[in-house]
């Protein structure tokens, strides 16, 4: 069974999870956060082995037929709220190198300072994308904006964007735009609620979560893909429940690291794993319902 990261209840809400008595709230969404997650443990290999054969198997063949899994119901489509999402990109010393439009300006930090071109600029400053022209870090390209901050000595790149264009970018970093469709979908699920738990429960003050795979991977407009926004569209506003929480949906490359490094906590989705059964025809409501046992899809919608 599943353990859930977060049981989240709402003071002001704004959002409705569809056929969940779940409400998010207000720009922090000002939820009460209630943890479950297990101490981490080191595991032996003779438990890791254990584990991994207790873990979804091949798809069982019966008189020569491919037997079906369960599959999670989708919740009916509805007007999506416009959530945004900050990812920490940078956060220690400086300098880092922003690029706007044509101009390309590199930022230090000191004394709670930014300086650019020995001029000081105060402790934060803001920078723009538009629709049609991202902003750069290094060299790397981003959509929404990108807010620098300087603390002391040291200086923190957060990205504004909204949800789906995270997932898009997520999607890609995780798994290969060549891969099955259906992976992708149950991939963009997957991150989508793990965005979600980290809305209701962010990292710090100023950002909800990083882009590295110690969160999950984020490399802005590199990592998008046709395939990879597709993904996000099929599947826009789903997420994974249990018990009126959200479900922080862990996974890892393969059964043997899902279960190193998430055994304790429960289930967690192989990405390997789905693009096999992918490929062997499931769909991924499927998939999602093998990797997490016990949870049900919801929909985030407007009020």
């Not at 082995?49 to 873990?55: A, I």
């Not at 119901?73 to 709220?81: E, L, S, Y």
């Not at 991202?134 to 200086?155: A, P, T």
Request: net charge positive; hydrophobic share 40%; charged share 15%.
């Amino acid at each position: 069974m599943a353990r859930i990261a977060s049981k989240l209840r709402s003071k002001a809400p704004t959002l409705l999870l569809l056929v969940l008595p779940l409400l998010i709230g207000g720009a922090s969404l000002g939820l009460i956060l209630r943890s479950q997650q297990s101490p981490s443990e080191v595991l032996s290999d003779s438990l890791v082995e254990e584990l991994l054969n207790q873990q979804i198997s091949s798809a069982a063949m019966a008189a020569g037929k491919q037997q079906s899994a369960e599959r999670l119901a989708v919740p009916p489509t509805a007007v999506q709220p416009e959530l945004a999402i900050r990812v920490m990109l940078h956060n220690g010393p400086g300098p880092v190198s922003v690029r706007s439009g044509e101009r390309t300006e590199t930022l230090g930090c000191q004394g709670s300072q930014l300086t650019a071109d020995s001029q000081a600029w105060g402790p934060q400053r803001w920078f723009q994308a538009t629709p049609s022209r991202s902003i750069g870090l290094e060299q790397q390209r981003y959509r929404g904006d990108l807010q620098v901050l300087c603390q002391g000595n040291r200086l923190t790149v957060v990205n504004h964007l909204p949800l789906e264009d995270y997932i898009s970018s997520v999607v890609g970093a995780e798994m290969p735009s060549h891969w099955p469709a259906e992976a992708l979908r149950a991939q963009a699920v997957a991150a989508r609620s793990y965005a979600m738990a980290h809305l209701a429960r962010p990292a710090s003050p100023m950002w909800n979560l990083g882009a590295t795979t110690r969160w999950q991977a984020y490399r802005g407009v590199a990592s998008e893909s046709p395939s990879s926004r597709a993904a996000a569209v099929d599947t826009e506003g789903l997420i994974l429940s249990f018990e009126g929480g959200i479900v922080e949906s862990l996974y890892a490359a393969d059964r043997k690291l899902t279960v190193e490094a998430h055994g304790h906590l429960g289930a967690s989705m192989s990405q390997h794993g789905a693009r096999r059964l992918a490929g062997k025809g499931y769909q991924f409501t499927q998939i999602l319902a093998k990797y997490y046992p016990g949870a049900s899809l919801a929909r985030l919608q407007r009020s």
